[in-house]
């Protein structure tokens, strides 16, 4: 159990992903992304650690692996699949054999920047799954693995082993390793300022006045 398991996982699962995305924007860091969402309605939340995975198209240059099982075999319990297809979707990068293994590994969850597919099987494993959307087609012939664990680029936001991944129904966001310990404090006090400012209105203050006493527009600031 690292550092990020003992001081940061537990405070991140009690946050959402727009209070960390807002955290991000009044610390001036980039994070926040888009067009990636939760597989299925009901799916669990995601945190953890960023094994990445690096995508490219299928050709002369073979590769020896199946993608995605070199990142299966680095990850640790926790950690979070982090794929980046450059935002195809119309093939998969990842599907039901692969979400059980992750699954049996302890990952904590897969987020893609492209398509998922066996979406039947992967609900029966539990395991997390965010993606673009979801397609018949197999990787196979179309894409393959071209780097497992470097950095990439996740719908436009910089992704390195190791940096922070959080998903729920809002979406995806993205905290620089080296910032955690800013993002999540900011994160906390934001969350705090609106979880006082929605009992204010269920009190029944009136918006205009909850807004003018809690300065709403310039929050970030």
Request: charged share 30%; proline share 3%.
């Amino acid at each position: 159990m690292d550092d990020f398991d003992t001081k940061h996982r537990s405070r991140l699962e009690n946050l959402s992903t727009t209070n960390v995305a807002d955290a991000l924007d009044a610390l001036g860091l980039k994070g926040a992304t888009f067009g990636v969402r939760p597989m299925w309605p009901t799916m669990e939340k995601v945190v953890g650690r960023a094994v990445t995975i690096k995508i490219t198209a299928a050709g002369l240059t073979k590769s020896k692996h199946h993608l995605g099982v070199k990142a299966i075999d680095a990850a640790r319990q926790g950690d979070v699949i982090v794929i980046d297809n450059g935002g195809r979707i119309d093939t998969s990068c990842w599907g039901g054999v692969l979400a059980n293994g992750a699954k049996m590994k302890g990952i904590s969850g897969v987020v893609i920047d492209g398509a998922a597919r066996d979406i039947d099987d992967i609900v029966d494993t539990g395991l997390p799954v965010y993606a673009r959307g979801s397609v018949v087609a197999t990787a196979r012939g179309r894409i393959m693995e071209e780097a497992t664990n470097v950095m990439v680029q996740f719908c436009g936001v910089q992704v390195r082993p190791g940096d922070i991944v959080i998903g729920d129904k809002s979406g995806v966001v993205i905290i620089p390793q080296e910032k955690i310990k800013e993002v999540v404090a900011k994160a906390e006090e934001l969350f705090k300022k609106e979880e006082d400012m929605i009992a204010e209105i269920k009190a029944g203050t009136p918006m205009l006045q909850v807004d003018e006493k809690f300065n709403y527009e310039k929050m970030l600031k």
